[in-house]
């Protein structure tokens, strides 16, 4: 790793962080692809493993003593969820610029943080910039590219946001400079930590707070797509437990309206959250939901009758498709089961 293309006193310029969880099969690729990474200026990387009882935490530990200059080890005692173990860890970085990497994921060019640097150095009015990703399964087979069909190396703002939402960008894509010269620490854990479960919508609407995302057209990491019954990560999660994704989506999307709605304009915040009270309403038709009186008292509190209209006439006429399409996969999910081809608990369907 050569040094000082870009002065930045004795502090590493980029903070990297890596946040955990039963990764033990997928970390070593990870840190190896950080680790691996060619750049004329230094760089940190901020581990930090959520309890993991597996042994993720041994093999950080091994990385952690072999590189001792460059990896800061946070090992919890006990599962602080994904949003708090990612606030945490921001706050230990020392970088101008911050990368995020799930342990799972891993980058693919060694001069993915070089290039986005370079270009955040040489274009100030730009606080973050991306690229597009590859996605693969648990095995670590090819599915599909991201904006495959998109002409990148372009400027993507609030518009991008509206049409995309979390598919618009993956964080592990992003290089972004320190919101915390431009945030409050108290503004950032509010707007942090109105979902327990992800950041993901969350820190994009920070960086779009600040100026349009640059995206590059190179393909630089990978986002490994995993969707088990017994898998812990946040995709299966929210497949697993769909009442207790929306009803946290329904809080975290309140609040990003209240935080943000003078700040991006542009973001069509009612229609995010009609559509999402249309999803949790939509999910009490089917089992195991149905009936269910203590969830549907606990859509109450964002239920009024113009919302009640208003995400009836988004749920069927703006995302008519959708709808229809998770008619059709409970039916075909019931027939599978019933001719035994799925079994009773599968989430595939």
Same mark, same amino acid.
């Given at each position: 790793?050569?040094?000082?293309?870009?002065?930045?006193?004795?502090?590493?310029?980029?903070?990297?962080?890596?946040?955990?969880?039963?990764?033990?099969?997928?970390?070593? #690729?990870?840190?190896?692809?950080?680790?691996?990474?060619?750049?004329?200026?230094?760089?940190?990387?901020?581990?930090?493993?959520?309890?993991?009882?597996?042994?993720? #935490?041994?093999?950080?530990?091994?990385?952690?003593?072999?590189?001792?200059?460059?990896? !800061?080890?946070?090992?919890?005692?006990?599962?602080?969820?994904?949003?708090?173990?990612?606030?945490?860890?921001?706050?230990?970085?020392?970088?101008?610029?911050?990368?995020?990497?799930?342990?799972?994921?891993?980058?693919?060019?060694?001069?993915?943080? #070089?290039?986005?640097?370079?270009?955040?150095?040489?274009?100030?009015?730009?606080?973050?910039?991306?690229?597009?990703?590859?996605?693969?399964?648990?095995?670590?087979?090819?599915?599909?590219?991201?904006?495959?069909?998109?002409? +990148?190396?372009?400027?993507?703002?609030?518009?991008?946001?509206?049409?995309?939402?979390?598919?618009?960008?993956?964080?592990?894509?992003?290089?972004?400079?320190?919101?915390?010269?431009?945030?409050?620490?108290?503004? +950032?854990?509010?707007?942090?930590? %109105?979902?327990?479960? %992800?950041?993901?919508? !969350?820190? +994009?609407?920070?960086?779009?707070?600040?100026?349009?995302?640059?995206?590059?057209?190179?393909?630089?990491?990978?986002?490994?797509?995993?969707?088990?019954?017994?898998?812990?990560?946040?995709? %299966?999660?929210?497949?697993?437990?769909?009442?207790?994704?929306?009803?946290?989506?329904?809080?975290?999307?309140?609040?990003?309206?209240?935080?943000?709605?003078?700040?991006?304009?542009?973001?069509?915040?009612?229609?995010?959250?009609?559509?999402?009270?249309?999803?949790? +309403?939509?999910?009490?038709?089917?089992?195991?939901?149905?009936?269910?009186?203590?969830?549907?008292?606990?859509?109450?509190?964002?239920?009024?009758?113009?919302?009640?209209?208003?995400?009836?006439?988004?749920?069927?006429?703006?995302?008519?498709?959708?709808?229809?399409?998770?008619?059709?996969?409970?039916?075909?999910?019931?027939?599978?089961?019933?001719?035994?081809?799925?079994?009773?608990?599968?989430?595939?369907?």
């Amino acid at each position: 790793m050569n040094v000082n293309k870009y002065s930045y006193g004795n502090t590493p310029l980029v903070s990297v962080v890596i946040i955990t969880y039963n990764h033990s099969r997928y970390i070593a #690729q990870a840190l190896e692809s950080v680790l691996n990474q060619k750049t004329t200026f230094q760089f940190e990387i901020i581990v930090a493993d959520d309890a993991s009882p597996d042994n993720t #935490q041994e093999i950080i530990a091994q990385y952690a003593e072999k590189y001792p200059e460059i990896i !800061t080890f946070i090992a919890r005692k006990v599962n602080w969820g994904g949003t708090r173990n990612l606030l945490d860890a921001l706050t230990h970085c020392r970088g101008k610029y911050l990368g995020i990497l799930d342990g799972d994921d891993y980058y693919t060019d060694e001069l993915k943080l #070089q290039k986005q640097v370079d270009f955040l150095e040489s274009h100030t009015e730009y606080f973050s910039c991306a690229h597009r990703i590859e996605i693969v399964d648990i095995d670590g087979k090819h599915i599909i590219l991201t904006m495959n069909d998109i002409k +990148l190396n372009c400027a993507m703002g609030q518009r991008a946001f509206n049409q995309w939402e979390t598919d618009f960008l993956h964080l592990n894509s992003l290089i972004f400079r320190r919101l915390e010269d431009v945030y409050r620490q108290d503004e +950032l854990e509010k707007i942090y930590l %109105s979902n327990p479960l %992800s950041v993901h919508s !969350t820190l +994009l609407l920070l960086l779009l707070s600040q100026s349009p995302i640059y995206v590059m057209s190179d393909v630089m990491s990978v986002w490994r797509r995993v969707v088990q019954n017994d898998a812990t990560n946040y995709t %299966s999660y929210a497949c697993k437990h769909k009442k207790d994704v929306r009803l946290k989506r329904l809080n975290q999307f309140t609040l990003q309206e209240d935080f943000f709605k003078y700040k991006l304009p542009d973001i069509n915040f009612l229609r995010r959250s009609y559509c999402a009270l249309w999803d949790a +309403l939509i999910i009490s038709l089917f089992p195991p939901y149905t009936g269910n009186v203590k969830y549907i008292c606990s859509l109450v509190h964002y239920i009024t009758l113009k919302k009640m209209l208003m995400s009836l006439f988004y749920g069927l006429v703006s995302k008519p498709c959708s709808t229809v399409f998770m008619f059709c996969k409970r039916i075909i999910r019931k027939v599978f089961i019933r001719l035994k081809i799925l079994p009773q608990k599968t989430m595939i369907l």
